[in-house]
């Protein structure tokens, strides 16, 4: 049953408070972030010069267009903050890090201070800091979950919600007194949100809980959002994957640098609407957790 149908079901004979602190919406971020200059992000020309200088012949690092600023190849929109562009920008990121594993993992470690990193870095913090977290956060303040739930929901990027037959006196997402009439199923390997790099402890352990039909709704919508740069990043690598087997056997055996593969891989996606696929999705689980009606009692 949809998340929508399973809150009307348990809206009857309930209360519920305003929320006193409620998000901003899309546009009105979109002006916030209209105020961010892209300055505070770049490397100066001079400490770009004084790093290259101590690099030496160190190989170019992966990504940065030779001879252009990175700024070029964007959209006008990006010196705006336009979320879009934002997005656009953490897609190119990822396909990065689909081929060179090590990409996002040097990038927060502040290894690479040249200018397209940093673009980068931006965008990702735009990323997860404005849209994402300020989102979960009014999740949970708004929720009675209990630590131990929050921290599975977490940690696992994988969920099955479903209804089950057998009813249960109380719900073990916020211990009260409600049916718990959900299975949610988490399960799938543990990852560190800022690098993506998976964690081998226990690749095939799960945790089930019975929830009601509220905190089963919550976790759905909760759960779509918090992970889904982990699952846009599975994507990005499919899609890369598949892209550069059409070209192997088109063209052969191509050892061509990272950057190029990534900028030619981004236009087909771009071309071929996937990106815009992907935005709309995200878009619609920002919308989701922003009309996400107050927890209500069984």
Request: aromatic share 8%.
């Amino acid at each position: 049953p949809k998340a929508e149908d399973k809150e009307k079901a348990d809206s009857e004979d309930s209360s519920s408070e305003k929320d006193p602190n409620p998000l901003m919406d899309s546009s009105e971020e979109e002006k916030l972030a209209d105020t961010d200059s892209l300055k505070d992000f770049i490397v100066e020309e001079e400490e770009q010069k004084k790093a290259g200088d101590e690099e030496g012949d160190e190989e170019e690092d992966v990504g940065e267009p030779k001879g252009r600023d990175f700024l070029s190849h964007l959209p006008r929109q990006f010196i705006t903050g336009s979320q879009l562009t934002h997005f656009q920008v953490v897609v190119k990121a990822l396909l990065i890090n689909a081929l060179d594993s090590s990409f996002l993992k040097s990038l927060y470690n502040g290894e690479r201070t040249k200018r397209y990193a940093q673009e980068m870095k931006s965008s990702l913090h735009h990323f997860d800091e404005r849209l994402v977290l300020p989102r979960l956060e009014n999740l949970k303040q708004r929720s009675r979950w209990k630590e131990r739930y929050k921290e599975r929901v977490e940690c696992y990027p994988k969920v099955r919600i479903s209804m089950v037959n057998v009813h249960t006196k109380g719900c073990e997402a916020c211990e009260l007194h409600r049916n718990g009439r959900f299975s949610v199923r988490l399960s799938g390997q543990l990852y560190h949100c800022d690098t993506l790099q998976e964690d081998q402890f226990m690749p095939d352990d799960s945790q089930t809980f019975l929830v009601g039909s509220v905190c089963a709704s919550r976790t759905e919508v909760y759960h779509a959002l918090k992970h889904f740069k982990y699952h846009l990043f599975e994507r990005c690598r499919n899609a890369l994957d598949t892209l550069k087997e059409v070209q192997e056997q088109d063209e052969g055996e191509d050892d061509e640098p990272v950057k190029d593969t990534v900028n030619k891989v981004f236009t087909k996606l771009q071309e071929e609407g996937w990106i815009t696929k992907q935005y709309n999705e995200f878009e619609e689980h920002l919308n989701a957790a922003d009309f996400f009606q107050e927890e209500k009692l069984d």
